[in-house]
């Protein structure tokens, strides 16, 4: 058992003795994925619909046009069931902005919209009406090197 033990150790040595650069990985890291998930109250649908299609999707675009995200898309899910989400916006980006950069965004954002982040958050209150939060999933991409 100790020699087995002992050939085992030396043996872990010599593989982890290899030079780093031996094999490069297949893969590289991508581009992030958010995926918020929406579970829309009855008889709200046609209405929160209207917020995205005017509001969400404007603002998508502008952002996308600022190069801060790379896509975003609205899928509908054609067979909830218990505990699923009605919808779910993905949004996908290159990288995080640093705090400094998401504050400066922000600041555009709220202009734009003629809003302060006061508004914000009760606009955002006010599509609880409409809507539930049910969070949000990150994704890295992974790519082919």
Not at 72 to 87: A, S, V
């Amino acid at each position: 058992m100790r020699k087995l033990m002992l050939t085992a150790i030396a043996a872990g040595m010599l593989l982890s003795a290899a030079p780093a650069t031996a094999q490069d990985s297949s893969y590289k890291l991508g581009p992030l994925w958010t995926a918020a998930r929406i579970d829309v109250a009855d008889g709200q649908y046609e209405n929160y619909m209207d917020y995205l299609m005017k509001t969400w999707v404007d603002n998508q675009n502008f952002a996308k046009s600022q190069g801060w995200l790379l896509d975003y898309y609205i899928l509908d899910n054609m067979n909830p069931r218990d505990g699923e989400p009605d919808i779910v916006l993905l949004t996908r980006f290159s990288d995080f902005p640093s705090v400094a950069e998401i504050d400066r965004r922000n600041a555009i954002i709220n202009k734009r919209m003629q809003q302060d982040d006061h508004s914000a958050d009760v606009a955002s209150g006010d599509r609880g009406k409409m809507r539930k939060l049910m969070g949000s999933v990150m994704y890295r991409e992974l790519q082919k090197r």
